[in-house]
């Protein structure tokens, strides 16, 4: 097994989304069907551990966000695709770099720094008040998962450059103390694919509640489609297709030709009503097969497990051997 040319993890703490799809599942379903690359795509399930204190919250996840993947056309006899904890290599890992991680480097990471700006806001004043150490630990794990597999690229959203940059920074340390073993992985941070907005106009998150799930019903897609906010100018009105989250949406759906002649149609004058009707129509029809697709997997759940199974026996192939020359190099290893 070779190491990987595009690694990238998905914590399974909720539903999949249409953002979801058109910002990691789309361009990450279009690398994994690349002959020419060896892409490892992972259920970041020990990382959803940090947020989610909820044991079938996390299994159901899992199960949902799998099955999302195969329905949509993830070729996962051409790639790597398994689950975090079926590689018990990381957690393994993940403790060798966290005895040459700077404390200070983790002091620095993002998400911890906005918890510990959150306590400071409250009254009792403690810095360190609900984080745990998975929280602040949580770059090392993510280092564990990309330097595992010597990930030449990681293809993540903005939030996520900084941890890449941590990741170099342990692997040069690791490289530098004790042997070079470390492909230093670049950042993949891909500007042409879209951030769709939510129902109320802000980004589609989880965390905002506002996004429309990818295999809800049919009935309730249209019913969410004619949920999402719009303005109140009038049916024959002009209006502006760069301020419409309807618009947005279409966009990261459709060719640029439709999308520049739906721009005219705004310009024109399109009532509300008519543009939510033909997005639901538009939208409905790209997810109708998967959608089957996904209530079969969903129903079969020992049929994911085998596929996921399979890919971490891939996976384990470099890992497994990766990490016994990891181990010699630390002086871990048989004393013969
Ligand atoms: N932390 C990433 C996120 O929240 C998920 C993730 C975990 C990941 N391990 C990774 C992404 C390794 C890329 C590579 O989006």
């Given at each position: 097994m070779k190491n990987a040319d595009f690694l990238t993890g998905i914590t399974t703490s909720g539903t999949p989304h249409l953002g979801n799809y058109v910002g990691a599942i789309r361009p990450a379903v279009e690398t994994s069907r690349d002959k020419q690359l060896n892409s490892y795509y992972f259920l970041a399930d020990y990382h959803s551990l940090i947020k989610n204190h909820d044991p079938k919250l996390r299994q159901q996840s899992a199960l949902e966000i799998a099955a999302a993947w195969i329905a949509l056309g993830l070729d996962y006899e051409n790639c790597v695709f398994y689950?975090?904890?079926?590689?018990?290599e990381i957690p393994e890992l993940t403790w060798i770099l966290t005895c040459l991680t700077a404390k200070g480097l983790m002091n620095r990471a993002h998400a911890y720094k906005a918890a510990v700006a959150d306590n400071e806001?409250?009254?009792?004043?403690?810095?360190?008040?609900?984080?745990?150490m998975g929280l602040f630990s949580y770059p090392i794990l993510m280092a564990a998962d990309i330097l595992m597999f010597n990930a030449k690229k990681v293809p993540v959203g903005k939030d996520q450059v900084q941890h890449l940059e941590m990741t170099r920074d342990i692997a040069a340390r690791f490289n530098h103390m004790y042997?070079?073993?470390f492909v230093l992985p670049e950042v993949v941070?891909?500007?042409?694919s879209a951030v769709l907005s939510g129902l109320d106009g802000r980004k589609m998150s989880k965390s905002y509640h506002n996004y429309i799930p990818l295999f809800d019903t049919e009935k309730n897609l249209r019913k969410l489609i004619m949920k999402i906010q719009t303005n109140?100018?009038?049916?024959?009105e002009p209006k502006d297709p760069d301020t419409c989250t309807l618009f947005s949406i279409y966009q990261a759906f459709a060719t640029p030709k439709q999308t520049k002649e739906m721009a005219a149609r705004y310009r024109q004058g399109i009532s509300w009503g008519t543009m939510k009707n033909e997005l639901f129509e538009y939208i409905n029809e790209i997810l109708k097969e998967p959608r089957k697709r996904y209530d079969e997997l969903i129903k079969a759940p020992s049929d994911i497990d085998a596929i996921l199974k399979k890919g971490a026996a891939k996976a384990r192939e470099f890992s497994v051997p990766f990490l016994e020359q990891i181990r010699k190099a630390i002086g871990i290893s048989s004393l013969g």
């Open positions: 689950r975090q904890s079926d590689i018990p806001q409250e009254q009792d004043n403690d810095p360190d008040k609900g984080i745990t042997q070079n073993l941070v891909d500007e042409t109140s100018l009038g049916p024959e």
